[in-house]
């Protein structure tokens, strides 16, 4: 079994910073692909950025310039650095990835996600 955990969220002024993290847990070979996405109420879930296992990131419009996702494949964790947060950016943030567990089967996961408010 993989558990994937998200921290980081919080509460930040407007063109303030947070760093998330989505730690992965469990049989784990590899982590492949991830990805962060996110949800305000009423809203759509929407990709905020992507990682694949090569190291190839993909930003949405609206965060590009302001976020870094990046990885530690030691820690099996991966990071989205946020930065000069707006408060169109709050919303609950969650991690997904595709994991290798060490029975190489390889899923999706996903996080409970995390909490990230912004104050005008």
């Known amino acids: 079994q993989v558990q994937l955990v998200e921290s980081g969220g919080g509460l930040v002024q407007a063109g303030g910073s947070l760093r998330l993290s989505c730690a992965a847990s469990g049989r784990i070979f590899s982590i492949n692909n991830a990805g962060w996405y996110r949800q305000a109420p009423g809203k759509q879930r929407e990709l905020v950025a992507r990682i694949t296992s090569g190291g190839s990131t993909q930003y949405a419009e609206s965060v590009a310039g302001r976020f870094t996702i990046s990885r530690d494949r030691a820690k099996n964790t991966v990071h989205l650095q946020m930065n000069s947060l707006k408060p169109e950016d709050a919303a609950v943030y969650l991690c997904?990835?595709?994991?290798?567990?060490?029975?190489?089967?390889?899923?999706?996961?996903w996080g409970q996600g995390t909490q990230v408010t912004v104050s005008s």
């Open positions: 997904a990835a595709d994991v290798t567990d060490t029975d190489w089967r390889t899923t999706a996961y």
